[in-house]
């Protein structure tokens, strides 16, 4: 999402000789030679120019403090693990984060003017995962809501409206391949588009995902397929029906991939794709004059229960152990200025997390703001379910054939040993 600026003359990446991977120095020319280094943690590629220039700026505007810019991947558990964690980071909010912030390692921020701007139902996400008494661990930066993408030249074509209802989309599915055109285009040969959207996407739009968790977590490892709150009770409905969804994919899904899809999905080939707003920078540089926009996958009957699937696709935070924690609070502070925070997400394709955060731009996504503003976003089933359970391989599994009551009693004895490990 957004290429380098032309010239990093003056923030370059260093590269460390050890196998470091990248540590940046931001606005490294003509400083105080006595500016205190403040190690900044980002690992998101796409946007590490973004960022990197973002420090700079702050750099001139607070020359006693230099941010050395760490984009090193999958170290995050060693640094806490040698007592070096980083002064600040800006990462995704998720299950590697949910340890640190579930043992306490993570500063409070809950008295900062910052955290008292963000939206309600965008803090509500942040208790997908345990917390720490009552702290603020972590503020929410940016959110990525994803949802059906559909080709709305297609739909126009076909006298087909916006589906709010599933029998009304089952009945668009029914009339796109009445008319030779794919309803949806499947990829299922990558596990992880089918959980994060058929999967995540018929979940949410049935189950209230956080509560879930939350009694699944109250249960501890008594959870079993008869219990009142198990995977095999809770997800079997929802499961059914994106099995019943996954007939109107094309007769290859088994067999393509996520760059199939895009390029498929681009050149017009189905009605639409369930990926999330990372696919459309890829569709719009294959074909920029192609018409989309995005819809919750309706999956009841009430369109009042509609959602779109978001992440916290970026959160601040703060270690306990941060070796200068007043600085890391003035770079936190200039990180969430609304000018600087909306420009961001603008650019990434983001949605704001402030209360008074403006309305997205890019008519593309346009069409979820009203969900966002509302509330009615949940984060994935998949985002809940710690990497150490293989639901990836289960969600794709399904797609192929496998039993879904199987999968679920398997999913309810994963998640019973891991808390009885816990």
Known sequence: ????????????????AAGLAA????????GRSDATELRFYQTKREVIPYVRDLL?????????????????????????????????ALQLYNFEMARFVERGELSDLSDLPETQAIAAPVMEQVQLYPQYED?????????????????????????????TTYSEFIAACETFQDAGVTPVYGTYADA?????????????????????????RAQGPDVTPDSPVSFSQVLHEPLEKMLEISEYTQHDALSRNYGDGNNAFANGEAAMYFQGPWALIEIGQINPDLEVGTFPLPMTEAPADNKVRVNLDLALWIPEGARHPQEARQLLQYLARPEIQDAYNEHALGFGVREDAP??????????????????????????????????????????????????RTLDADWARLAQRT
């Open 56 to 88: 700079g700026d702050f750099r001139e505007e607070f020359p006693g403090v230099r941010p050395i810019h760490d984009t090193a991947e999958g170290t995050l558990n060693g640094m806490f693990v040698r007592n070096s964690p980083p002064d600040i």
């Open 135 to 163: 702290h603020v661990s972590v503020l929410p930066y940016s959110m990525m809501a994803a949802s059906v993408i559909y080709n709305r030249e297609i739909f126009a074509e076909h006298g087909v409206e916006v589906p």
């Open 359 to 408: 309305d997205v731009t890019d008519e593309r996504i346009a069409e979820m703001q009203p969900y966002v503003d509302s509330g009615a976003i949940y984060q994935g089933v998949s985002q809940g379910i710690p990497l150490t359970i293989p639901f990836e391989s289960y969600c794709q599994d399904l797609v192929f054939g496998a039993d879904l009551e199987q999968m679920l």
């Open 23 to 30: 540590l940046s120095l931001a606005g490294c020319g003509g």
């Open 1 to 16: 999402m957004g290429a380098p600026p032309p010239s990093v003359s003056r923030r370059s990446l260093i590269a460390g």
């Open 192 to 216: 992880w588009t089918v959980k994060q959207g058929l999967v995540d996407y018929a979940v949410g739009g049935m189950v209230d995902v956080i509560d879930f968790f939350q009694q699944l």
